[in-house]
Structure formats: C-alpha cells, structure tokens
C-alpha cells in the first residue's frame, strides 16, 4: 500500500505518553544515563490522555512534610473504599514516592495552590490538592521530552511482539502511524505499556448527537490492557469497572462541589435519601457500610435505588453555596480548567447553579486501574514490601518478562491519579532499567514472519474495504464489511444489556454474562470483515479490537466473581450480597495466546498496613 517501515532499536520503549508514560520517560534518564529511551504515543504527547484538558485538583498527595498523612492512612482509605480489594504493596510503594513527584510538578511550573493562613499546598480534601492545572499535560510532556531520546507522535500501538529467544520475553512493540500510515516497528529490551483506561465499552448515556461526550476520555481505548492480555499477561480485578456519581450529560466532576464548596444531594423532593438505604445495604454488605468514608460504590447503590423507587432525578444543591461570590467562581473554575463541556452544557439547558439545583447522574460503566478502581495487570511489587506471591523480582513487572506497566495499565492500584500513575511510571522505569543491566546479555530474536503476520493483520482492514466497497448497496452499507462504529456500537450493547451497564441498572448473572461471551465471540469473528475506508478509520478499528478483548477479560473476571462485592458499581443478580468468607480474594485471568481460552483463579489479599 506504499507504506514505509520505520525500525526502531532501543533499550527502553514507553507505550503511551500519558501521566504513567511520561514519568517512565523522566525516571529511565535518571537511571539509564547510557539508554536509548523511546516513547510511542497514539495522539501528541503535548496534549494526551485523560490529563489532556487539564485538571483542577492532583488527588493523590500525602503530605508528609506537614505530616498531613502517611503512606499507610492512604492504603486505609484505598482498600476501605474498594471494600477490601487492593494490592496493598502496590499502594504502599505509589504513596510513600507520590509527595516526591507533586514537588517535581511544581518545581517544572505547574501552579499548586497555596492555603493563605499556612503557606501549604491548598486542599480540597484529605487526599487532593488544588493547582491551576490548565497546562498541567504540557508540563508534564516537557519533562519527558527532554528525558527521551525519541517521542514517536501519533503512533497506534496494536500489538507486543514477543522475543523468540526466549519464551514468555517481550521484545518490543509494533503499530502505525495515525496519520502517514507507515508501519512502525520497535525492538525493545524493556516495554513499559501506560496506554491508559477503557471507555466506551459499555453503552454511554450520550448515544446519537451526543456520543462522544463520556466521562473518562473518549480515546482511551482499552489498549493499556488488550495490549498485556493479548501477550498472555495475567490480569486482576477486571470485574472492579467504575460508575461515576457526574453532573448529568456532561458528566462534570463532582469532587471540588461536594469536598470544597460543601454542596450537598438530595431526591427531586428535596429530600436526603442516601440514609433511607442504609438498612438495604447492610442487608447486601454488612459491616462494610459502616465504615468510614462510606465507600463511593455504597453511595452509588443509594442513589440507584432511590432513582429506581420512583424519586430521582437526584439534584446537587449548589443554590446555598453559590450566593457566595467566592464559591460560585470555584464552581465555574473547576469545570473551565477541567471539563468545559459541562459549562457549555448548562448553558445550553439554561441551567445557572446559583438559581438551578443541577442534576446528577450515575455513568455506564469504565474500566481502568488508577482512578478509583484497580482494574489492570498483574505486576510484582516492590522487594522491601511485598510478600512471596505478589514478588518476582522487579517492581511493576507484569508476568511477561521485560514487561512492565504504570497508571490504568496496573491492577490493584486504586487511587493513584494523576501523581499516583506518573509515579508508578518513575517506579516501574527505575526497575525496567535495572532489569535491563541485569539481563545485559540477553539478544532479543523478533523473525521477520512474526513481523510479517502483525503488518498482514494490522492493515487488512484497509483492503477489506478496499474490496468490499465495490459491494456497496446503499450510502456506506456493505454486504462484505462492518465498520468500527458499528462493531463499536455493537460491543457497547452486549456489554450494557449482559455485562451489567445502564440500561440494566448495572445488574447481571451467569445465564447473561454466558450469553455475553457468546456475542462477544460472534463479534470476535465478524472482526475479520472489520472494514477502514482511511487511517483514522484503521486506528478505530484497532480501537474496537482492543475495547473488545478488554470487555471479554471484563465478563470472564464478572463471571468469576460469584458475589456482589461492589453494589453500585454492578450487581450479581445470582450472588446478591458481599461474600467475605469465599471471597475475600483478588481474581486473575489469564488468555492463552494460541488457543485464546481463559484460565481463572483467586490470588489472596494480604493486608500488609493494620
Ligand atoms: C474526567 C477525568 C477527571 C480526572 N480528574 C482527576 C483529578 O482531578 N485529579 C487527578 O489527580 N486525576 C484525575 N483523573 C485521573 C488521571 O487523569 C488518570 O489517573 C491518569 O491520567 C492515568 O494515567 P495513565 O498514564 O494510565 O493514562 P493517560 O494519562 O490517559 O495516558 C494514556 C496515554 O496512552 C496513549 N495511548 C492509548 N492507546 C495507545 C496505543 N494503542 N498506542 C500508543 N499510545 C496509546 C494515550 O493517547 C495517552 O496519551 C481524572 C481522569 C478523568 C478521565
């Protein structure tokens, strides 16, 4: 098709140059002085990821120096908030090096805000601090720039290419780029995957004019994860999807609202409701619901219990606290520096908080492992911290050697954020350069067929359209294709009406999620006649297939999980309460490459912190 080939030798390749990218970047400098460090990046690093519009507030900071929290009070509240489920070391180890890097952040430009009475960092909650984060992506992107060696643009990542010299050894990466369409290929004795989260697997409350607006980024495509899977990587706690508690149809974030400006919900009755549940959740999760911070999943089942007796919508009353002038600008700050959308919506449906209490709304369901559920890969901890099982050798090492992963990538790392994921991308460049001297003389074979096979796959949509247009019976309808969008729309229905999404009030159980694996398994063949009419269209392909083996790792680690450990984020119709004594587990996949059959099992929850 008259692409070119774009070879690539280095020691260290960063897929995604996002907040766990950018801090692998910056920290394998540090480390690997002599190192060829390469980041490949779907969009332009400048403006990438979920941190892409900026963000008002860095979620995860300590403190320590004004010992307003330790490490440990933030493994507390993270396993208290997943009802028990997280990989404490993992956690652990993010929170006693996250303070290191906000300092980083400021001493590069980003504007932190500062309290006036005591000179520190001004706090919007326990754990989140306030910045003026317009440029917070920029910022970043600088520091890796200047750290790589080489920033590959608007490159897809579609696949890891394995070393043929040694079983189970990544040895690099191949994909296209976005724009040129050249084929680009990278041999690599480390890869640090920090390609992000999942959207838009599950059908999004904005379907038609609206679709696009969702509530993690519209381009997060799942590849963090189908990118692992597809090498034979185990996976953790696929099933821990998030629901978000948003502003309606422009899914603005309520954080500063509720933890700044003291706002507060009620029925469209104005009525509290949240403690009308309390019995109900009891019932579903005993002793957890009495716990403090209520966890958000708890909070979530109250509000989609009240909607369904009948007394939604559910407002946020922000009438009080917007006649203060103060408050009404932090109301409106917090949107413009973050989530634009939503102001342009309200303005739209002429809703001004000051006179308007805004509805709420709770969203379809995401996948991702650093925001406030832990769904990713399986990586080893750090050596100090982890027992036996959560340990092999090099820290944020997945189970496939020289295979490494940081932010949405990883699981069991509820609450990193922002600072959290490019700290994790510093712990996992730190031990990527380590392993990469201690296997010095390790010769990475990729043959040219392996090369061969992935250029073969990678393009045939191109040419399945390029055939199948000639069929064409009516606008873009082809008897001899899909497109991606309607392969999309496709996975997002099975996923919401088997997997537990809105459409079901996040409800599921095993008759559903086995009808769901056999959809998905439909959707899987029908891939083969997945058509590109061009390269954006060929990227949405790759996009579809990574959402879609991620959604089938979602259902397999569903089914698996005989309980409902999560209310409110989705329900086991079958298994409706919480199940400590059978449960009180992590779940792992794994899908064998060759034969792509999926292999379950529980690994155990050590709880290292009291
Ligand atoms: C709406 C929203 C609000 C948030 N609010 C806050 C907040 O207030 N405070 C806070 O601290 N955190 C917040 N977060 C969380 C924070 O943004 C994430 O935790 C963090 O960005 C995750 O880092 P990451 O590196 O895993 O993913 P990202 O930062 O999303 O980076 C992933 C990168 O991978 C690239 N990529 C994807 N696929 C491929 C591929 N196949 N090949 C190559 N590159 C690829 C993407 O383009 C992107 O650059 C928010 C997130 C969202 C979505």
Known sequence: MGFKTVFEDCDILVVGGGMGGTGAAYEARHWGRDMRIVVAEKANIDRSGAVAQGLYAINCYMGMQWDENQPEDHVRYARNDLMGMVREDLAYDMARHVDSTVHKFEEWGLPLMRDPENGRYQREGKWQIMIHGESYKPIVAEAAKKSADKIYNRIMVTHLLMDENKDNRVGGAIGFNVRTGDLHIFKAKAVIVGAGGASHIFKPRSVGEGMGRTWYAPWSSASAHALPILAGAKMTQMENRIVLCRFKDGYGPVGAYFLHLKTYTQNAYGDEYESKW???????????????????????????????????????????????????????????????????????????????????????????????????????????????????????????????????????????????????????????????????????????????????EIYRPLETYEVGRNEIVGGTVSPSYILPIQGLQRLEKLMDEYAGGIGVNYMTNEPLLLRGLELLKTLHEDFEYLGAEDLHQLMRAWELKHRAIASECVVQHTLFRKETRWPGYYYRGDFMKLDDENWHALTLSRRDPESGEWEMEKAPVYHIVD
């Open 278 to 456: 309390y019995e109900n959740t009891k019932e579903l999760v005993g002793d957890y619901i009495d716990h403090h911070p209520t966890p958000t999943c708890l909070r979530n089942h109250a509000f989609i219990e009240e909607t369904k007796a009948g007394r939604g919508p559910i407002h946020m009353v922000t009438k009080e606290a917007f006649q203060d002038p103060h408050k009404e600008t932090i109301g409106w700050e917090n949107f413009l520096g973050m989530t634009v959308g939503q102001a342009v919506v309200w303005a739209s449906q002429d809703i001004d908080p000051k006179y308007t209490n805004p509805e709420l709304t709770t969203s379809e369901p995401y996948v991702m492992g650093s925001h406030a559920t832990c769904s990713g890969a399986w990586a080893s901890g750090p050596e100090d911290v982890s027992p036996d099982e959560y340990y092999w050798g090099y820290n944020r090492m997945m189970t496939i050697d020289g295979l490494f992963g940081a932010g949405d990538a990883l699981g069991g790392t509820a609450h990193a954020f922002s600072s959290g994921s490019f700290t994790e991308g510093r712990l996992a460049a730190k031990a990527a350069v380590k392993y990469i001297r201690d296997h010095a003389k390790d010769k990475i074979v990729i043959s040219d067929k392996q090369i061969e096979d992935r250029r073969e």
